[in-house]
């Protein structure tokens, strides 16, 4: 469970960044 939190985590920030970086 851990590790797919991590995962969620992951993707999550990736999107935010996208959306920052626009």
Known sequence: M???NLFK???YQS???LL???
């Open 2 to 4: 851990e590790k797919e």
């Open 9 to 11: 985590w992951k993707h």
């Open 15 to 17: 999107e935010l960044v």
């Open 20 to 22: 920052t970086v626009r």
